[in-house]
């Protein structure tokens, strides 16, 4: 299913948000697109959250610097922190995150900010940052936890140029129709 929304400001930055249910390839989309915009010389920073697995098994998830892979772990079985399912959130895993968030928003033309969910909302230093995002004049691609209910979540829905619910039929699709919309 495709949502467009058709912001009534045409001279802001677009804020584009990618949501869809586990598992279906969220951060492996924005990671093509990623790939795709550094290829075009496109000034990008933020970060992904990806899965953490050994021998098969998904054991935690980790942020990436999407611009020089450094990584930090987000929340795993082994660590302390607050919980969320099997999870410990590490918060200064989302410390990290933050301090990426904020470089790229000095420095990158595009932000990626993958995700905003339960996990990272853990830390309430995230969600300011990701919430005063909404408020600068930069170009964002969020992904965002298709259930998660919190005020910042939907500002960022409300704020939303161009949203889409990936699923297997578009997910291959996706990387192309953000770009086109970027460009």
């Given at each position: 299913?495709?949502?467009?929304?058709v912001?009534e400001?045409v001279?802001?930055?677009?804020?584009?948000?990618?949501?869809?249910?586990?598992g279906?390839?969220k951060?492996?989309?924005?990671?093509?697109?990623?790939e795709?915009l550094?290829h075009?010389?496109?000034?990008i920073?933020?970060?992904?959250?990806?899965e953490?697995?050994k021998?098969?098994?998904?054991?935690?998830f980790?942020?990436?610097?999407?611009?020089?892979?450094?990584t930090?772990?987000l929340?795993?079985?082994?660590n302390?922190?607050?919980?969320?399912?099997k999870?410990?959130?590490?918060?200064?895993?989302?410390?990290?995150?933050?301090?990426?968030?904020?470089?790229a928003?000095?420095?990158?033309?595009i932000?990626?900010?993958?995700?905003?969910?339960?996990?990272?909302?853990k830390?309430?230093?995230?969600?300011?940052?990701?919430?005063?995002?909404l408020?600068?004049?930069?170009r964002?691609?969020?992904?965002v936890?298709?259930?998660?209910?919190?005020?910042i979540?939907d500002?960022f829905r409300e704020?939303?140029d161009?949203?889409?619910?990936?699923?297997?039929?578009?997910?291959?699709?996706?990387?192309?129709l953000f770009?086109?919309?970027?460009?």
């Amino acid at each position: 299913m495709l949502y467009l929304i058709v912001s009534e400001f045409v001279d802001k930055m677009p804020l584009f948000i990618l949501t869809g249910g586990p598992g279906i390839g969220k951060t492996t989309t924005v990671i093509r697109l990623v790939e795709m915009l550094k290829h075009r010389g496109v000034s990008i920073g933020g970060i992904v959250s990806r899965e953490i697995r050994k021998n098969g098994v998904r054991i935690g998830f980790e942020f990436v610097d999407i611009n020089n892979n450094e990584t930090v772990i987000l929340a795993s079985i082994m660590n302390v922190g607050p919980r969320f399912g099997k999870y410990n959130v590490n918060i200064k895993g989302c410390k990290f995150a933050v301090q990426v968030l904020q470089e790229a928003l000095l420095n990158a033309d595009i932000i990626i900010c993958d995700e905003l969910g339960p996990m990272e909302f853990k830390s309430k230093e995230f969600i300011n940052c990701v919430g005063s995002m909404l408020d600068l004049d930069k170009r964002i691609i969020a992904v965002v936890h298709k259930k998660l209910k919190h005020p910042i979540v939907d500002r960022f829905r409300e704020k939303a140029d161009f949203m889409i619910n990936l699923d297997i039929q578009n997910r291959n699709k996706v990387p192309y129709l953000f770009l086109d919309r970027l460009e």
